[in-house]
């Protein structure tokens, strides 16, 4: 079946190289060896030192989970045809997923808004306990979860630019274009879905219904994961109403509403997605009632307690 699509996703992968920003990360930021960029440097230093501790915190998320590229690498190109349209796009998508943790990385070297070893413990344990993406050796959940996941991403990176831009525009200026990057990959993995939900109806719809309900961002082995994700979401950086309006934004994007599967498990899984929606909104209700203040703390903040 994935043989059967792969002239949509050459073509798919041709439009997004046409698309696709020529950007460097080291070009994004001040190079603290030539005297010519010292003043934006120290501008830069000098404008991070305001960003809250907040921020800071989801920040460092962010960087452990593009970090984590090598897993999703490895679980990309274990899933896709050998030889393949597919596999040169992972390549492709490896190339410039890489340039994220790179930028945000080096930002965080330069200005040093985190704790940078809590920081490399943060990596080193995300790396070294694993991923597990729930694809279930499911290639068509690849597409699914991936769509999901860009979009996601895009979210985080395009609210933490607004907010930390407030502070210090350099950090708010690459992170946009970071979004930017992000922005074309789910441009082309809900293309590519698309596609297997037209060559494929009924297992396809199977497979959305198994990774929409929830999505689970990776990350979730990494240290303090509940509390910075609690933190992203109060921080109004990546929150459960984001998820409900993607989900609904892919609900209709692939016309979920008026796909006609052949049989009864398709028709379950189709009305299973459809009532996606509702129940998030359900969800988020009751967690935004119930919430209280509280306190947060994490080492790679320097441990600054905060109230959210
Ligand atoms: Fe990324
Ligand atoms: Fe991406």
Request: proline fraction near 5%.
């Amino acid at each position: 079946m994935l043989r059967s699509i792969e002239p949509l996703v050459a073509g798919l992968a041709r439009q997004h190289e046409a698309k696709a920003e020529e950007w460097w990360p080291s070009a994004e930021l001040p190079r603290a060896y030539l005297p010519e960029d010292a003043g934006r440097l120290a501008e830069m230093q000098r404008r991070s030192k305001g960003i809250p501790p907040a921020v800071r915190a989801c920040l460092a998320l962010n960087i452990v989970t593009e970090e984590g590229l090598p897993l999703f690498h490895q679980a990309l190109t274990n899933m896709l045809p050998a030889a393949s349209a597919f596999l040169s796009w992972a390549h492709r998508w490896t190339a410039e997923e890489d340039r994220h943790g790179h930028v945000m990385r080096d930002y965080a070297s330069l200005t040093g808004i985190v704790d940078e070893i809590a920081l490399d413990r943060m990596q080193f344990a995300f790396l070294r306990n694993g991923w597990d993406d729930g694809w279930d050796g499911d290639p068509f959940r690849v597409f699914v979860y991936t769509s999901l996941q860009e979009r996601a991403t895009q979210i985080a990176h395009q609210q933490t630019a607004a907010i930390a831009g407030q502070y210090e525009p350099v950090l708010g200026g690459f992170l946009k274009t970071v979004a930017r990057d992000e922005a074309r990959h789910y441009a082309f993995y809900r293309a590519v879905f698309a596609g297997v939900l037209d060559a494929d109806v009924d297992d396809a719809l199977e497979s959305a219904a198994a990774i929409m309900p929830l999505m689970a961002m990776p990350g979730g082995s990494m240290p303090q994961y509940r509390d910075l994700a609690e933190t992203a979401s109060r921080a109004g950086i990546y929150t459960l109403r984001h998820y409900h309006d993607l989900v609904q934004e892919l609900i209709r994007f692939w016309a979920i509403g008026n796909r006609t599967p052949s049989t009864d498990r398709g028709r379950a899984a189709r009305d299973r997605i459809m009532g996606i929606p509702a129940r998030l909104t359900k969800i988020a209700d009751r967690m935004e009632a119930a919430r209280t203040a509280r306190a947060f703390q994490f080492e790679v903040a320097f441990g600054h307690e905060f109230t959210l």
